[in-house]
């Protein structure tokens, strides 16, 4: 199991990363305008779909790989440390009101658990021991997938989660920032997306944290897309846990069928406000209990209901 390395190979392991690189030319950024820091960094910012876009052919093997087991019941993990937990957690907290997923099916874990989410929780991130038991604690089976998230690739917390998920038959997937990492060898599947050195030394919360933030979001969205719970680009398994998602429940279903106001809220009202239920009431003219039904035998995938 990975653990933490000595000051001195810790050290020598951060000389070694490009994200920790220092860039001499912005030494004296402090000194520039606001105007002109601002415009260096939305520079920078521009760069990172780029890094991105050379990987989309391991992105996308990586999600073929996830919807295939999550479509047999299978959940997504994240694992990471810091920023790269907090985007783990972050993703998978908007997959049930987005998606209509239980709280089960895309976990996030971070080092040092919940609190670690608004502060620093010391030497969590060292440990890959305390990665293995949290995904014990979730009961980890081979038809879960594991996505461990770290900027530098080094992170023991990351890797220490890749490694327990292997082991245990799971899928795995290591998203890193740096090319040749620990993280992406640990993995079936290594995502190295290289953004460069930091605006701020070090700052990893900058580029990598938004390179992180896109795979994330390509993971979640075409997994989800390739589970039927979208109908072409619309939310259909949306929850509408309040007013704005009740309104656009009322939007997608009109969107999708082309239905007058009234027939769109009365589909919904008999669906128990399932949009993709109302929907298939509208286009296949059947009842709410029809719809449903036709639903389940089609592994809520709407297109392939509408098909039988």
């Known amino acids: 199991m990975t653990s933490a390395p000595g000051p001195a190979e810790l050290r ?5 990363l490009t994200t920790e690189a220092f860039r001499p030319e912005l030494a004296g950024i402090d000194l520039l305008p606001t105007a002109e820091i601002a415009r260096i960094m939305n520079g920078e910012d521009r760069t990172v779909p780029d890094a991105v876009a050379a990987r989309l052919t391991e992105i996308a093997a990586a999600i073929d790989a996830i919807a295939e087991r999550t479509a047999r019941g299978g959940r997504l993990v994240y694992a990471g440390a810091g920023t790269a937990g907090r985007l783990g957690v972050l993703d998978a907290s908007e997959c049930p009101p987005t998606f209509n997923t239980g709280p089960d099916e895309v976990i996030g874990l971070i080092a040092g658990g919940p609190p670690a989410m608004v502060e620093a929780v010391e030497g969590a991130e060292d440990s890959g021991e305390l990665a293995a038991a949290d995904l014990e604690g979730l009961g980890l089976t081979a038809l879960d997938s594991v996505v461990g998230v770290s900027a530098s690739g080094r992170t023991p917390y990351a890797i220490g989660a890749v490694e327990h998920a292997r082991a245990a038959g799971a899928l795995t997937v290591g998203l890193s920032c740096n090319a040749g990492s620990a993280l992406a060898a640990a993995a079936e599947h290594g995502i190295e997306v290289v953004v460069g050195p930091e605006l701020l030394t070090g700052s990893t919360r900058l580029k990598a944290g938004t390179a992180q933030k896109l795979v994330l979001n390509m993971i979640s969205t075409i997994t989800m ?3 039927g719970k979208t109908y072409g680009n619309l939310m259909v398994d949306v929850r509408a846990s309040n007013e704005k998602l009740r309104a656009r429940s009322r939007r997608i ?12 809220d009365s589909s919904l009202k008999a669906a128990d406000g399932e949009v993709k239920t109302a929907i298939l009431m509208l286009l296949a003219d059947v009842d709410a209990a029809t719809a449903a039904g036709l639903l389940k035998r089609a592994g809520g995938h709407l297109r392939e209901a509408l098909r039988l």
């Open 225 to 227: 897309i390739r589970l």
């Open 253 to 264: 279903v009109s969107l999708a069928t082309g239905a007058p106001d009234a027939a769109v």
């Open 12 to 16: 020598a392991q951060l000389e070694n």
